[in-house]
Nanobody, 123 residues
């Protein structure tokens, strides 16, 4: 099973940028779609972004389109989330996830989740 470890969270001000990374274990990383979900205090976990196994296809939540960019490096077994123009409503714990298909990532039905990294955006 692919194990996931997120990093890069922190406290930033509105308008700042932050880059999250997710390191995955296992030699079959390049076979899986990857993505990010987030959960704000008192809210349900929601989809943020996803990338296909090849890296060619991506999907984003409407709330982050144009501000966030997901990418992956199959040689380094990592998936990244570049977050620009951050807003206070982006404050959440961000979770990395892995699935066989892109649609499974978007639906939040993965093979595994990471433990999350906290992003706090102050106004």
């Amino acid at each position: 099973q692919v194990q996931l470890v997120e990093s890069g969270g922190g406290l930033v001000q509105a308008g700042d940028s932050l880059r999250l990374s997710c390191a995955a274990s296992g030699r079959t990383f390049s076979r899986y779609a990857m993505g990010w979900f987030r959960q704000a205090p008192g809210k349900e976990r929601e989809f943020v972004a996803a990338v296909s196994a090849s890296g060619v296809s991506t999907s984003y939540a409407d709330s982050v389109k144009g501000r966030f960019t997901i990418s992956r490096d199959n040689a380094k077994n990592t998936v990244n989330l570049q977050m620009n123009s951050l807003k206070p409503e982006d404050t959440a714990v961000y979770y990395c996830l892995v699935a066989i298909q892109l649609q499974q990532v978007v639906a939040g039905t993965p093979r595994n989740w990471g433990k999350g990294t906290l992003v706090t955006v102050s106004s």
